[in-house]
């Protein structure tokens, strides 16, 4: 990407106006009752060079939960706190073609980090003497990687998912029962919801991306926040399985490795390069933000970012 910040600007700028087209199509999703309760069409984007250059969009002020997009906070503590080859004798690393909250994938373990079986299995594995010690490693992570100050559980979409939780906790007993883990079932889905429920602005995300990008190393700090070969690990969990059971069309489209939330935001990795993050809260079937995936095609063409072509 090598461009002038003026050309980026100008470039991102007509990009997102192209991208007004899928306003008002999607869903937000009702399973989490605090998810309605959002302006549908709230939107805001954001672009982090490893070089530190910031790029922001749209409505940067608005707070948002992080959802399915904490897995990666989850995986790369449980990275950490076990062996990448302990991690995957309980989870799968394979992509899967059925929903990220379905029953169905699971079989001997869940199919990847990124679904919500498997997310549910990696928060088993982080460490700490009780729950919150867990979760405050957790923000933890998440605050030096976004450098948020802001960033703080929303208790409002905690509560509110806590309450409805009925298929996760049939997941997590699910788990449970066939050895994954031996901890309680609702310790570790209290765990998993909580991380689902952090909240970031677009800048936080992109900045989390940005680490992500530039090796682990902090983007301000320039200290190294994740180690190189959790990383690695990490983004190419991204590309193949990110974006739930659309990740094979979406990385052949957008070439870019993603994770997805239900919030409507998705955080992108352009390793060595740049991150992008989005908002946008309508959802397609696949729990995919319909513009921002779409926002990403069409920057991904514009500033050269497929990392395939
Ligand atoms: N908290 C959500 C859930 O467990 C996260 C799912 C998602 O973002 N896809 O259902």
């Not at 959802?67 to 991690?87: F, M, R, V």
């Not at 298929?167 to 909580?194: C, M």
């Not at 739930?244 to 998705?266: C, H, R």
């Amino acid at each position: 990407m090598l461009l002038n910040k003026e050309l980026i600007d100008e470039k991102i700028r007509i990009a997102i106006e192209n991208s007004k087209k899928y306003i008002g199509k999607g869903e937000v999703p009702s399973y989490i009752p605090e998810l309605l309760n959002v302006d549908r069409d709230n939107f805001a984007f954001c672009l982090v060079g490893t070089t530190g250059d910031i790029f922001t969009y749209g409505d940067d002020e608005i707070v948002f939960s992080l959802q399915s997009i904490s897995k990666i906070l989850t995986l790369i503590l449980a990275l950490s706190d076990t062996t990448p080859a302990y991690l995957y004798s309980k989870v799968g690393s394979e992509p899967t073609s059925y929903e990220f909250n379905s029953l169905i994938p699971i079989g001997d373990k869940a199919a990847n980090p990124f679904i919500n079986a498997g997310a549910i299995t990696t928060s088993s594995m982080i460490l700490g003497s009780d729950n919150e010690e867990k979760f405050d490693r957790i923000l933890g992570l998440f605050r030096s990687m976004s450098e948020f100050e802001g960033t703080k559980m929303d208790e409002g979409i905690y509560t509110s998912e806590i309450a409805t939780a009925d298929r996760n906790k049939a997941i997590a007993y699910y788990l449970k029962s066939k050895g994954i883990f031996d901890q309680n079932p609702d310790e570790v889905l209290d765990l998993y919801i909580k991380a689902c429920s952090i909240g970031t602005n677009i800048e936080g995300l992109a900045m989390m991306g940005a680490v992500l990008a530039n090796k682990g190393i902090g983007i301000k700090t320039r200290e190294m926040i994740v180690p190189e070969n959790i990383v690695q690990i990490v983004v190419s969990q991204m590309a193949s399985c990110g974006m739930y059971e659309n990740s094979g069309a979406y990385l052949m489209n957008v070439g870019i490795p993603s994770k997805s939330g239900v919030s409507g935001a998705i955080v992108g990795v352009v390793p060595e390069v740049c991150s992008l993050a989005v908002y946008s809260p309508r959802l397609d079937k696949t729990g995919n933000s319909v513009r921002g995936k779409g926002l990403f095609k069409i920057i991904s063409q514009d500033l050269g970012l497929n990392i395939f072509v």
